[in-house]
């Protein structure tokens, strides 16, 4: 809305402000003096506590971050972070990172590179690493990570992956144990596969029914998430149903009634739904719609590999098996801290992978499609909803309600 109230009388001009307040106008205005940066990127509250965000000038695809309060190491740690696109799981990665190097008072000074996907504009990210005297680079996300590892293997600056999907079937690294001996070391936001598929045959002893919703253009997800599981449920005689979102800009329509059609074929082989799953892999575009699967999913348990689908309200997985992006980050902080501070060489790192799994309950969901949740889920699970849907059990450590 362009309004043009120059030629305006000031106390005209001040009716029409006290005017656009009340409607919510002046509102809007407000918001689009945000941050360029906020479009790819949104830090958490606490983040902006305890660092200080400035943007890049002329850029809206770099933002510099900094402790408010620098600790006392030296020297200082030039850390550069390239994203490849907007992405909730990669605001909850960054705000780990930050906190793990606050806690370990590292003295470093982040600068957050989005460069959308583009090839010319990694380039140029990858200039700025080199010839600008960073120490470390972490690769945010499974696309960020493939980028570098085709353009930058070999290069000067170390790098560390986070929130990317498994390295060894993407074929980026050799085995689990080994590191890559280049510049490149690790994490891995999926666990093994038997390991994962144990668990969901224990909540469903007699599984008939795995519907796999994925992203057909994720190719990470694809290949890492939802094929192994596709095969290891396939060798164990379970129908497995592939439900595919091939528009992403359109997931939520998609998912209803693709979601509407697996509940129709479960039918035909379990009447009552009680030996079927619906199975969410890290596909952005799948977990974001949580609401339209659910409305669709009949008394289908929906299961997700993401922590973070399970949330404090309706619009919520049942229950998670898997790793969350903030397990996976932390560890990913872990390994940089080693690496700047001498205490290990990226090339000698193993693939990162968090274990124990996160488990992730909504009891509330439990009750609501009548599902029994093993006491051992219950025991071992980082986080819990209770029967109102409320956070009771955040990161294995109970939540003392506020009165």
Known sequence: MNWNIRMLRPNILGLIAAALLTAGVLGESSRAAEPSYSAWFKPAENSKRSWSFAE???????????RKQAGPTEPRRRIMVLFPRRSSAYDIAMDQILQVFEEKNIRAEFTLVNFDNDHARG????????????????SMGSQSTAWLWENYRGGAVPVISVC???PVVLGQARDYESGTGTNFAFTSLNMPIEVQMAYVLELKPNLKNLAILVNSQNISAMQTQAKPIA????MSGIRVLEVDVEDPKHAGEELAYKVRDAVRTMRKNDPTLDSSVFWITGSTAVFREIRAINANSDRVPVLSVVPEVVKESEDSAVLSIGISFQSNAHLAAVYGADVLEGRAKVGDLKVGIVSP??????FLKAREIGLEVPFSFFESASFVYDYDGRLVRNNGKAVVPVN
């Open 123 to 138: 380039n140029k990210a990858l200039q700025m690493a080199d010839q600008g005297g960073f120490d470390l680079v972490f």
């Open 56 to 66: 890049v000038e002329g850029d809206s695809y770099s933002l510099t971050i900094q």
């Open 164 to 166: 990317s999907k498994d």
């Open 231 to 234: 095969d290891y449920a396939r």
């Open 357 to 362: 799994p996160d488990i992730a309950i909504n």
